[in-house]
């Protein structure tokens, strides 16, 4: 490996076709933000349409609904056109609505049957603790013991996930499976393709939760068969704190009656004719519940027209390289500190990097003093995300820099060893 230094992470910079996509940005002064797998920076284009819907309640008031350059009324199913191409949805299969957790509950709600011995849920013991709880408490409120009732598959290792091990536990009792498509700590990419070729050959139902991979990989969720899916639009998509969320769902479900019904998942046509009877989307826009929340909506606007200007798969490449050069760097750099790498290497990784130290919380602490913003995962895990559209191998190479300077300085020492409140 040639040896890297401040000159080559520039040439790198001066290379990369996307390198102008950092002025859109707003980037908080003096940091090197490495934390947008945690919460994506706001951009001029999701600023602007933030904006223009605003002005369009000030200036149309109820009008709003139907009428200006964005009307609410049908601002869910645009924007989840606009999201297609990034799950591998085809139009009509993607809704930008609720949230990560909520979609979960809807879609669980909707695909979840247990049905004689088949009662079971699968999912993993690595899973973030919001689809946890979801899918717990789905299983009580159906009057089974979640205890025994939610299989989780577990990690060999305490980082990842084997494919095999989870197609083990597609067992004959298990009727819904549940998985993240990119592990949140690690950042491990689930092999969602064969899974859901496993899952379909057992007839069983499987649903992804996309929010560490949406807008940093792939996904041909049509295309594999793939039942379901959902996600948040705030990390890797930038749509700022809270943003509507959005979900998938195959067309060979289009039809399926929603588990939780609301007058939003109602065809738009016959919607405000107020009937008792509803009449569902025939599209994933059945699975939307209540009144949109248009301006949490509208900065995603703005956001996604990046991501469709530029495509997901040179963003992908881009945050492979950016990646692979932080690796490159922690391994000329970083040896001897007590660091362990905890994401794979190889190209199943998301896009952030795990790194292990048992000081890590107060070592989180130190390089944001020195305007390095990573993200704590408790106990010992700092992530550090350089993403494609804001990040250069500039940065990247800053950071392991501070990190350097923060080692070998022990500048972490007067902190204390432990997570903030939100962390
Ligand atoms: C971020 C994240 C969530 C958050 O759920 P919200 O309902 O958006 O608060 C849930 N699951 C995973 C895997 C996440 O990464």
New binding site residues.
Partial sequence: MAQHSLANARELDRKDALSSYKDEFYIPANTKYMDGNSLGLLSKRAERTLHELLDSWKTLGIDGWTEGEHPWFYLSEQVGEKMAPLVGGKKGEVIATG????NLHQLVSTFYKPDGNKTKILADEL??P??IYALKSQLQLKGYDSDTHLIRVKSRDGRYLKEDDIIDAMTDDVALIVL?AVL?RSGQVLDMEELTKAAQERNIPIGF?L??SIGAVEHSLHDWGTDFAFW?TY?HLNGGPGSV?GLFVHEKHFGKAPGLAGWFGSQKESQFDMDHTMDPALDAGAYQIGTPHVLSLAPVIGSLDMFEEVGIAAIRAKSLELTDYMLELIEQELQGYGFTIGNPVDETRGGHLLLEHEEAARICKALKEDGIIPDFRAPNGIRLAPVALYNSFEDVWHTIQKLKTIMDEKRYEKFENKRGVVA
């Fill in positions: 949230s990560t957790t909520t899973n973030f919001s689809d993240p949140y939760d929010c560490h948040c990390k969320g």
